[in-house]
Antibody, heavy 119, light 113 residues
Framework: EVQVVESGGGLVQPGGSLRLSCAAS????????MDWVRQAPGKGLEWVGR??????????EYAASVRGKFTISRDDSQNSVYLQMNSLKTEDTAVYYC??????????WGQGTLVTVSS | DIVMTQSPDSLAVSLGERATINCKSS????????????LAWYQQKPRQPPKLLVY???TRESGVPDRFSGSGSGTDFTLTISSLQAEDVAVYYC?????????FGGGTKVEIK
C-alpha cells in the first residue's frame, strides 16, 4: 500500500524549533517530488514547500511565508522527507501534511501532524 | 504569486442535483509548451487529509466517481458534481502548479440543502 506517515508534531514555544518527519512506504521517494502543505485550525490549505527528486537536482522550493525559517530535506535511502522548522511563531500553528507529487498533482497524503506554537 | 480565487465560499445543493464550483487564477496556468492546464482539484472531508479528484484541469483521478468533472482553461476553471450524493459533503480546493509557489484557492464548502 502506498502511504506516507508524518510524525514529530507537538507543542513548542514561540521562537522554538521542531523537526517533522515523513516516512514513505509502498513506493520510492527517489522517483518523486515531495511536498509539505499546512492547514491552520479552521482555515484552508497552504503549500509550504517541496523537495524535487535526484533527476531534478534535489532542488527545494518554499512559500515566501516560510523561506529562511523552514528547511526541507530528504533521505532517499531512508525513504523519508523532513521539515526543519525554526523561529516558530503562533501563526505557524497548523496541521502539517506530507504529500507525494506525481505528474499533475499530489496523489498521496498523510494524515498530518499537529504543530502548536504557544507559550 | 498566482492568486487562486474560488466561488462561491459555500453552497447548499439538494441530493441528486448539480453542484458547480468555480476557480479563477490571477494569471494563465495554461502551458504553451504542452497545452496543459496546471490545475488540480481536491476534496477534503472533516478530519481527513485532502484527496485528489482531478488534475490537468480535466483528468479524473483513478477511482474517483464519474459524477465529478473538471473543465476550463487559461484562468477560469470549474468543478462540477453532476448529481450530489451525501458522501460529497466536503470542502473543495483548486490548486495551481504552473509555477512555484504552488497556491490553493480558499476552498468551497458543499452541503446538502
Amino acid at each position: 500500500e502506498v502511504q506516507v506517515v508524518e510524525s514529530g508534531g507537538g507543542l513548542v514555544q514561540p521562537g522554538g524549533s521542531l523537526r517533522l518527519s515523513c516516512a514513505a512506504s509502498g513506493f520510492s521517494i527517489s522517483d518523486h517530488y515531495m511536498d509539505w502543505v499546512r492547514q491552520a485550525p479552521g482555515k484552508g490549505l497552504e503549500w509550504v514547500g517541496r523537495t524535487r527528486n535526484k533527476a531534478h537536482n534535489y532542488i527545494t522550493e518554499y512559500a515566501a511565508s516560510v523561506r529562511g525559517k523552514f528547511t526541507i530535506s530528504r533521505d532517499d535511502s531512508q525513504n523519508s522527507v523532513y521539515l526543519q522548522m525554526n523561529s516558530l511563531k503562533t501563526e505557524d500553528t497548523a496541521v502539517y501534511y506530507c504529500a507525494r507529487w506525481r505528474s499533475g498533482a499530489a496523489d498521496c497524503w498523510g494524515q498530518g501532524t499537529l504543530v502548536t506554537v504557544s507559550s | 504569486d498566482i492568486v487562486m480565487t474560488q466561488s462561491p465560499d459555500s453552497l447548499a445543493v439538494s441530493l441528486g442535483e448539480r453542484a458547480t464550483i468555480n476557480c479563477k487564477s490571477s494569471q494563465s496556468v495554461l502551458s504553451s509548451s504542452n497545452n496543459q492546464n496546471y490545475l488540480a482539484w481536491y476534496q477534503q472531508k472533516p478530519r481527513q487529509p485532502p484527496k485528489l479528484l482531478v488534475y490537468w484541469a480535466s483528468t479524473r483521478e483513478s477511482g474517483v466517481p464519474d459524477r465529478f468533472s473538471g473543465s476550463g482553461s487559461g484562468t477560469d476553471f470549474t468543478l462540477t458534481i453532476s448529481s450530489l450524493q451525501a458522501e460529497d459533503v466536503a470542502v473543495y480546493y483548486c490548486q495551481q502548479y504552473y509555477t512555484a509557489p504552488l497556491t490553493f484557492g480558499g476552498g468551497t464548502k458543499v452541503e446538502i440543502k
